[in-house]
């Protein structure tokens, strides 16, 4: 499980270190499908195959630069019939940098530029660091399937399934459900169900179901931008010079 353990667990779950879920899913759980590029609304009546649904995103993913975006994470623990829900902004770049702020309840900055991952908790100043190096392949591979996703990387990875259309904020959405293909990521995450915007080709939701319990937890996004320009500062360090540095192993 290495480093990102505690990682996953501190920043998308709200659990500790023993947490089951997979923390290689981490930095893709936090951009999962947040932005594609704009296509016109599929006509009425279409009905949607997995094949369907990839082209469309295969086109949506080609002129992709930049996102932001409010974000929402809501946490459910079955065994204690509990829900809790943090909320802040993201702002994500094709550059490989990402700067999720955590505003609601606590604050938290979570900031990835390239190979680095940086945790910073102002409550007790302090910037946990991380070295992505080992798991560059998986963090990737997630970061596609947010906003760069091709069909060829998720036919490879997961087995696919259109769960029909549903309303989600005011408007219609493609259900899809992905279940990973490999046992190991079977044994952490069950399956993912995405809402995808069928007029402006934006995924508003993502649900991850967790293995050998009840729990899960929803990102929600809304008031996403595409393609704005984010300055180099948005990806700075930008916490107090004497916070606390360490660099969490195991």
Same mark, same amino acid.
């Given at each position: 499980m290495g480093i990102l353990r505690n990682v996953f667990a501190a920043e998308l779950?709200?659990?500790?270190?023993?947490? +089951?879920?997979?923390?290689?899913?981490?930095?893709?759980?936090?951009?999962?499908?947040?932005?594609?590029?704009?296509?016109?609304?599929?006509?009425?009546?279409?009905?949607?195959?997995?094949? %369907?649904?990839?082209?469309?995103?295969?086109?949506?993913?080609? !002129?992709?630069?930049?996102? =932001?975006?409010?974000? /929402?994470?809501?946490?459910?623990?079955?065994?204690?019939?509990?829900?809790?829900?943090?909320?802040?902004?993201?702002?994500?770049?094709?550059?490989?940098?990402?700067?999720?702020?955590?505003?609601?309840?606590?604050?938290?900055?979570?900031?990835?530029? #390239? !190979?680095?991952?940086?945790?910073?908790?102002?409550?007790?100043?302090?910037?946990? /660091?991380?070295?992505?190096?080992?798991?560059?392949?998986?963090?990737?591979?997630?970061? !596609?399937?947010?906003?760069?996703?091709? %069909?060829?990387?998720? +036919?490879?990875?997961?087995?696919i399934a259109v769960n029909g259309e549903q309303e989600l904020d005011g408007r219609?959405?493609?259900?899809?459900?992905?279940?990973?293909? &490999? =046992? $190991?990521?079977?044994?952490?995450? =069950? +399956?993912?169900?995405?809402?995808?915007?069928?007029?402006?080709?934006?995924?508003?939701?993502?649900?991850?179901?967790?293995?050998? &319990? #009840?729990?899960?937890?929803?990102?929600?996004? =809304? +008031?996403?931008?595409?393609?704005? $320009?984010?300055?180099? &500062?948005?990806?700075?360090?930008?916490?107090?010079?004497?916070?606390?540095?360490v660099k969490p192993r195991g």
């Amino acid at each position: 499980m290495g480093i990102l353990r505690n990682v996953f667990a501190a920043e998308l779950t709200g659990q500790g270190p023993n947490l +089951k879920a997979n923390p290689k899913f981490l930095l893709g759980f936090a951009v999962l499908a947040v932005c594609l590029a704009a296509l016109p609304a599929h006509p009425q009546g279409q009905k949607w195959t997995p094949d %369907g649904v990839l082209t469309y995103m295969d086109h949506a993913a080609q !002129d992709f630069r930049s996102l =932001t975006g409010d974000i /929402e994470r809501i946490k459910y623990t079955d065994v204690v019939k509990d829900t809790s829900t943090e909320s802040g902004q993201v702002w994500v770049r094709k550059d490989e940098k990402i700067r999720i702020q955590f505003t609601k309840p606590d604050p938290r900055t979570v900031l990835r530029t #390239g !190979d680095n991952l940086y945790i910073f908790n102002p409550k007790i100043n302090r910037v946990e /660091e991380y070295d992505l190096k080992d798991n560059r392949e998986m963090v990737d591979q997630y970061l !596609d399937l947010g906003f760069n996703t091709r %069909g060829e990387h998720l +036919k490879k990875n997961f087995l696919i399934a259109v769960n029909g259309e549903q309303e989600l904020d005011g408007r219609k959405t493609v259900v899809i459900e992905l279940t990973p293909k &490999s =046992t $190991k990521m079977r044994e952490q995450i =069950t +399956k993912i169900q995405m809402w995808v915007d069928t007029g402006s080709w934006m995924a508003l939701q993502q649900k991850f179901f967790e293995a050998n &319990s #009840g729990d899960y937890f929803i990102i929600h996004y =809304t +008031k996403v931008m595409k393609n704005l $320009k984010i300055e180099d &500062s948005r990806f700075k360090p930008n916490w107090p010079k004497n916070a606390t540095k360490v660099k969490p192993r195991g």
